[in-house]
DNA sequence: ACCTGAACACCGTTCAAGT
DNA sequence: ACCTGAACACCGTTCAAGT
């Protein structure tokens, strides 16, 4: 059964979702939401303990829509799901993403996003010892090259390749001299992430191997 | 010649990385700044073009500390020094250093930090075209890894590993309950840390032999 | 039980004014 | 050139009061 109060809270964090959003974490105010679902700004400690609090919500709610992968798939296809999952919510909640790398995989929603990787690294033959540690780098590697992506970090600044290296002295960067024009291609970060996926497979699989 | 103004802004980015470190980003402000150097708040927009310029300068600052390993060293232990310091920058600025994931890795310090990292790559053997692929793959491991830790996503919110489970049905985690005690053990992050490297190694290496 | 109003101690930034 | 003072439009949170 849901309450009255449980709508109003998700409300409330629906609201703050779609604030980040539009206007980046900054525009999530609790006097700004208190404005949208029509309440003072005190109404909300009804319902929230504070702005920590809301925060927290607004990641369970992230976390409560990646879904679990098809057990039926071989578990490279599992993991592969899984990350692919996150990457396209860190593109459908650009701004809010970020806030999963930063704030405590807190539970109980983080465990059970965490539950389908865990197998899937057990089902490749990982000893038990090794799964925890393996997962963490799997997720590291996900996340944040979602946020990097998102985030701004592998971008430009908005600047051509060439004034990016205008304020650097080509002696003092030698292996950048090196790779000259390589580094003025466009990059396909889709294919780039999907690299990185395979060489992570590779990893799981000498891991398995106990290599 | 550094001129006198030029140490007032560095003075004023020291204070700004001290205020962070003691109180956490959100205690970074121009009033609180201001304050502290003696002047009022607006004087500060004679050194700062506002408050995101100043934490670009913060970025720049951690980015000045990162020494560049020793060029006599082998590829391997290259990476490995670049890695190392990092994640000791983390240690030593737990609270500014998540900026460097979320800011753009913006010229020209980033670009010098990056620089022996292509180097190391290049040495090692690995394909100019797939260089700069390679080269984000390992940042992003080396500083969501940091991240993670000292953010506290690795942590367990300050819970037992027992009532971290509390709030989740078992029949919704099985790979939790297949992975048991082992969950429950303390981690060495120092050793998980160089795990993560030694496999990326292994990948470079690989991409180095083209498989 | 649920909400409001006023108040407190903060923010970043603009603008006009001072020396 | 460098700095100040006042003002504007915001914050999160506490507390006492309303219905």
Redesign the pocket.
């Known amino acids: 059964m849901v309450t009255a ?1 449980q709508e109003r809270l998700s409300e409330i964090v629906g609201v703050a979702l779609r604030l980040a959003e539009d206007g980046g974490l900054a525009a ?5 939401i208190a404005a949208e679902v029509g ?5 909300l ?2 319902y929230v303990r ?3 609090d809301l925060l927290d919500r607004l990641v369970a709610r992230l976390l409560s829509e990646v879904a679990a992968p098809d057990p039926a798939l071989d578990w490279r296809d599992r993991l592969l799901a899984c990350a692919r999952a996150a990457r396209g919510m860190a593109h459908r909640y650009p701004r809010t993403f970020p806030l999963l790398l930063t704030r405590p995989a807190v539970l109980p929603d983080a465990v059970r996003v965490v539950d389908p990787l865990y197998a899937a690294l057990l089902d490749a033959g990982v000893p038990q010892e090794d799964v925890p540690g393996l997962e963490r780098m799997f997720s590291t590697f996900v996340l944040g090259f979602a946020v990097s992506e998102v985030g701004g970090r592998f971008g430009t600044g908005g600047l051509d390749p060439a004034e990016r290296r205008a304020g650097v002295d080509p002696a003092d960067v030698p292996a950048h001299r090196r790779l000259g024009e390589v580094l003025d291609r466009p990059v396909d970060w889709d294919a780039e992430f999907e690299e990185g996926l395979r060489r992570l497979l590779g990893v799981v699989e000498r891991a398995a191997h106990r290599e």
Request: charged share 25%.
């Open positions: 109060k999530v105010s609790l006097r700004a309440l003072t700004p005190m109404a400690y009804g504070g702005k920590d």
